[in-house]
């Protein structure tokens, strides 16, 4: 998107310590000469939010100056009961959009969950509406439908049968609670996001594939049992580039119309899946000489699994659960900004190799373990498909 | 050889008594909050096993010199239970099947010295008279299901990212003498956790999802 000087006002940006919310407060600062302002909890400090956003700016070669520093205002967030302590200051810098990127991630604890994704939300819809903001964009999540065997549309969700975790229930109260306020608004939700489809960085926390990642370094690399069990579906598992997810969040800030409903996720036809991520994980890094996949943690024969090995399943067992069924994402408004000139990459199992390999280049603890393995001479691990029969006795590929 | 009684558990093996040094810190603490508030916690098995280890005498400025003393220094800190239900959840019910998890692997170690494998054997059956009791306490003063399970949340997820840290002097020290691994005391710790979450009426899903995010600094 071009750089945009023409429109006056603020853009309020909040979970700007977070990592997506960093991501769009680096788009604000790279395509507009607006004010933004930044809401931030102790203990975040005002250095330690604008680090990331430079740092993201600076990989794309960037220069951030005090100029563009200066466009940045950090306010401290006063409790939600006190929200409206902020009005004064946010009239006075004009704030005229506010991008919630703000929300608890947390899978089931409905505490934070509520405070995180709902109260925060009806607090920051509360300001928008006393600051008549032309635009409240809220950053939800593709998950958010719930599990569904049908195509998911780019519209609000009715409830459905069961959702993966809390978190996505939320997010899906949060959307309603949006679409209700009469604010003109615009949600935005993305699948899985992961680092650049370039250079592989990444600023966010170990959600999505990095969960798996980190647990593989944390509790696999000190070496594997001969034949390893692992969970992985053979549906595509949808991610986004960091990259991609930025310019597809600003598009849609831009240029949708009010009350609209974008999936932010990569076309099917390229995408990995759980099996094809653990053969390209496995293979390049080093492994056991077997690895046995299952399509669900209950088929897994726990008897005479190692306790870490057990531990890695069951840390990993929401994710793969959610990954074993297909996300079917309508995609028309992507596809349509797509047609008007957005340029974006999808993802794809050499894109996620990108990432990857960024991942294990800044572990010292994967690369001892690689080089020992290469030493040792270990070849590339076979893989097994086993099913539900098969893990009551034979390998479905064993010879 | 090592002589019968209390001293029979004395080794001379500076690593083993450096573990020691290590378990008596937590020991210790754990006593010391049973008896502040939480009386029932501070069983007969868990005093004598706690008078046995401060009877090694071991050097703890081993430990402060030590790649553990940091680390140490953090877990303890978010140790400090100032009431009953912290104490509950954080001694009884955590850092109990945290020792748990160690003694259950120093007790089966070829490579300790059968002092060490015998003081193993008796802090985990002292832990376990603690969780028995522990268990039982919890689910009159906290409840059971879905009200624990957030009571869990709060009193874990620092207390458990806080156990990271630990993982590569483990593996430095504790690793190459024993083969006393982060990675496989972590296991046996979840798996226990696990099992006596769901004793306590908490979802299996939620309790490792939280787990997993606690463990990953999430």
Redesign the interface.
């Given at each position: 998107m071009s750089r945009n000087g023409t429109q006056s006002g603020a853009i309020l940006v909040t979970g700007g310590s977070g990592f997506l919310g960093s991501l769009v407060a680096a788009s604000a600062l790279a395509e507009t000469d607006a004010i933004v302002v930044l809401p931030i909890r102790e203990p975040h400090t005002r250095d330690g939010v604008l680090a990331p956003i430079v740092a993201e700016l600076a990989a794309e070669g960037r220069r951030v100056g005090a100029d563009d520093l200066a466009r940045v205002v950090t306010l401290p967030l006063p409790a939600l009961d006190r929200i409206e302590d902020l009005l004064p200051k946010l009239r006075e810098l004009g704030v005229r959009d506010i991008l919630h990127c703000a929300g608890c991630l947390s899978y089931f604890n409905v505490g934070r969950l509520q405070s995180g994704n709902l109260d925060l939300t009806q607090a920051f819809l509360t300001l928008g509406k006393a600051l008549a903001v032309r635009r409240f964009v809220y950053l939800s999540t593709a998950y958010s439908a719930g599990f569904t065997d049908q195509p998911i549309p780019e519209a609000l969700h009715q409830n459905p049968g069961s959702d993966p975790t809390d978190y996505t229930r939320t997010k899906r109260d949060a959307e309603w609670m949006v679409a209700e306020s009469g604010l003109p608004y615009v949600i935005v939700r993305p699948s899985i996001v992961i680092g650049d489809s370039r250079d592989g960085r990444y600023g966010g926390k170990p959600y999505g594939i990095y969960q798996l990642w980190t647990a593989g370094e944390r509790y696999l690399s000190a070496g594997f049992p001969p034949v390893l069990h692992v969970v992985a579906g053979d549906k595509p598992v949808n991610f986004i580039h960091q990259d991609a997810f930025r310019v597809g969040f600003w598009a849609a800030y831009q240029t949708l119309p009010d009350g609209a409903v974008l999936h932010l996720a990569s076309h099917e036809h390229e995408l990995p899946t759980m099996r094809s991520l653990w053969e390209l994980w496995l293979s390049t890094n080093g492994g056991p000489r077997e690895v046995h996949f299952f399509d669900r943690l209950e088929d897994v024969p726990t008897d005479g699994i190692a306790p870490q090995i057990r531990m890695w399943l069951d840390f990993t067992s929401v994710n793969n659960a959610i990954a074993s069924v297909r996300w079917n994402f309508v995609l028309d408004g992507l596809d349509a900004l797509r047609r008007a000139g957005l340029e974006m990459t999808d993802a794809s199992l050499a894109t996620v190799a990108v990432a990857q390999h960024r991942f294990v280049a800044e572990s010292p603890k994967l690369q001892l373990f690689i080089d020992r393995y290469r030493a040792a001479g270990a070849v590339k691990p076979r893989f097994v498909v086993r099913s539900v029969a098969a893990a009551r006795g034979v390998p479905a590929g064993a010879p | 050889m090592p002589r019968a009684g209390a001293d029979s558990a004395r080794s001379d093996d500076p690593t083993e008594l450096l573990l020691w040094a290590l378990m008596a810190k937590f020991e210790r603490l754990a006593l010391e909050r049973y008896g502040l508030h939480a009386p029932g916690l501070a069983t007969v098995d868990k005093r004598r096993f706690v008078e046995r280890l401060l009877a090694l005498g071991a050097d703890e400025s081993a430990l402060g010199g030590s790649a553990l003393a940091e680390p140490v220094k953090a877990l303890l800190a978010r140790a400090q239970s100032a009431d009953e239900v912290a104490v509950l959840m954080v001694q009884g019910l955590i850092l109990e099947h945290l020792g748990q998890a160690i003694y259950r692997i120093a007790t089966a170690t070829d490579s300790a010295s059968a002092s060490m494998r015998e003081l193993a054997a008796a802090g985990l059956a002292a832990s376990v008279s603690v969780t028995a009791a522990a268990s039982a306490r919890i689910a009159v003063r906290v409840g059971t299901g879905?009200p624990l399970?957030?009571v869990f949340?709060d009193h874990s997820h620092e207390l458990i990212g806080a156990l990271?840290a630990l993982?590569e002097p483990v593996?430095q020290i504790f690793?190459e003498r024993f083969g006393l691994?982060f990675?496989?005391i972590?296991?046996?710790f979840?798996?226990e956790l696990?099992t006596a979450c769901t004793a306590l009426g908490m979802?299996r899903?939620?309790a490792?999802?939280?787990?997993?995010?606690a463990?990953?600094?999430?």
């Open positions: - | 879905e399970y957030a949340v990271d993982a593996d690793g691994r990675a496989d972590m296991g046996e979840v798996a696990i979802q899903r939620k490792v999802a939280h787990l997993a995010g463990a990953m600094g999430l």
